[in-house]
């Protein structure tokens, strides 16, 4: 490759190095892919480059000879480009800023009884929620349900996923689904242990047992290259960030499996909660303050789903169930 001796090196915005205690990767974040390289490149690319040309770097009798060889190794890869004026080019701004106060959500429900379903969709509105599951935790009217979620077809709301297990629908709530779906556009039901595994317009049937204790497992183990997530992994926990969870009783929590509440909706309005420190103290809890993946150069593509404990630092925080989580992946 011929380059002008005068020409820098700048690694593509989406192109990523991470040091962990054992290896560095660099990471595309549009490839979804990564490179394994030794901290000889990964101080050359992030340090040197920045204040070096070619020349500059060739010349340098402190710097390896391959040096230009591997530059030029990561521009045949896509991994840069080489530029004249490196200023031209400013690093991509991290900061990760949405407007909305809650995002996501996941709400139980049993009855109609136990909390005003109805009331805290309204309220998950007026946070610019912008998805919601509904998970059914027992037999329920599913067509009076479906009416108390067709009211928000035309809220900010852009998706309200009704879950349940094809064991609780009676012959009424099959009959239904077959008509009472038609006029609804953001409103999708998802059927689990259901007796065959397909999907048309707004609904999906799996024959997997998908309840909430299956979902939180799954959750675990994918890998996560893209820079919206990588972008909000720097300072948040990507699975916890902007999530209010309400249980089967009511209770307010960061996520339904955890023990922690912070009040009942019947006595408590949403926005009062989750606008608190406290509330919101694990949003911000990101993998660099975890002990069992803090170390890892992985550690900006995994969600966490469990419940953290403080250690004794009362600085960083555990993972109770660690082994659930494949820590011990390698660049291949």
């Known amino acids: 490759m011929k380059t002008p001796e005068n020409y820098f090196f700048k690694l593509f915005a989406n192109c990523i190095p991470v040091k962990g205690e054992e290896e560095i990767l660099l990471f595309d974040l549009h490839k979804i892919s990564y490179l394994e390289i030794d901290e000889y490149i990964y101080d050359l690319i992030t340090d040197t480059c920045e204040v070096k040309n070619i020349s500059e770097i060739k010349n340098d009798s402190d710097l390896r000879e391959d040096s230009a060889e591997i530059l030029d190794f990561l521009v045949e890869n896509d991994f840069g480009f080489y530029v004249d004026d490196v200023n031209q080019y400013p690093k991509i701004n991290t900061s990760y800023v949405t407007p909305d106060i809650i995002n996501n959500s996941i709400i139980e429900v049993e009855n109609f009884e136990n909390y005003d379903i109805e009331s805290v969709l309204t309220q998950l509105n007026e946070l610019f929620c912008g998805k919601v599951e509904i998970w059914v935790k027992d037999k329920m009217e599913l067509e009076k349900l479906v009416s108390i979620v067709k009211k928000f077809e035309n809220s900010f709301m852009r998706t309200i996923q009704i879950v349940l297990n094809h064991n609780f629908l009676s012959d009424a709530d099959i009959a239904f689904i077959d008509q009472g779906w038609k006029d609804l556009n953001k409103t999708e039901l998802i059927i689990y242990?259901?007796?065959?595994?397909?999907?048309?317009?707004?609904?999906?049937?799996s024959q997997d047992d998908l309840s909430l204790s299956n979902y939180i497992s799954q959750s675990q183990n994918p890998i996560y290259m893209n820079l919206n997530f990588y972008l909000e992994s720097l300072e948040h926990n990507v699975f916890l960030n902007k999530k209010v969870c309400i249980d089967k009783k009511g209770m307010i929590k960061n996520f339904i499996s955890f023990e922690k509440s912070f009040g009942n909706v019947n006595t408590d309005r949403l926005s009062d909660i989750v606008?608190?420190?406290?509330?919101?103290?694990?949003w911000f809890v990101n993998n660099d303050y975890i002990n069992q993946i803090k170390h890892s150069a992985l550690r900006y593509c995994f969600p966490i789903t469990d419940e953290l404990s403080l250690d004794s630092t009362a600085e960083f925080y555990n993972i109770p169930e660690q082994d659930s989580y494949p820590w011990n992946i390698k660049a291949e």
């Open 193 to 205: 242990n259901h007796t065959v595994s397909k999907s048309e317009k707004n609904f999906y049937f």
């Open 275 to 282: 606008e608190t420190a406290d509330f919101q103290k694990l």
